[in-house]
Nanobody, 116 residues
């Protein structure tokens, strides 16, 4: 499975962004898609996940502000980010669980910068 993330950018506090991640290859094997983020010098952080049955999971820090969704017809997962804060600044990565019960496929990352 290959993943291509896009949609990052520079925005002001309170703005919105939508990230997209298009999957290709053996997409039929994907059971779970997730978004993670990393700030230089810090550990990678889980943001959100969506299972193939539509169940979603969010980190406490983004609950109520971010929404993850997937379009299986386009093999794409989205992360709608609202009310962005400077602490949301990070490189965002999408990842896929292709049946191994772990995220073993990763996209290249897209930078999100929120200015105060």
């Amino acid at each position: 499975v290959q993943l291509q993330a896009s949609g990052g950018g520079l925005v002001q506090t309170g703005a919105s962004l939508r990230l997209s991640c298009a999957a290709s290859g053996r997409t039929y094997s994907i059971s779970r898609l997730g978004w993670f983020r990393r700030v230089p010098g810090k550990e990678r952080e889980f943001v959100a996940a969506v299972w193939d049955n539509g169940v979603t999971q969010y980190a406490d820090s983004v609950k109520g502000r971010f929404t993850i969704s997937r379009d299986n017809t386009k093999d794409t997962v989205y992360l709608e980010m609202n009310s962005l804060k400077p602490e949301d600044t990070a490189i965002y990565y999408c990842a896929a669980d292709a049946g191994s019960r772990s995220y073993d496929n990763w996209g290249q990352g897209t930078q999100v910068t929120v200015s105060s």
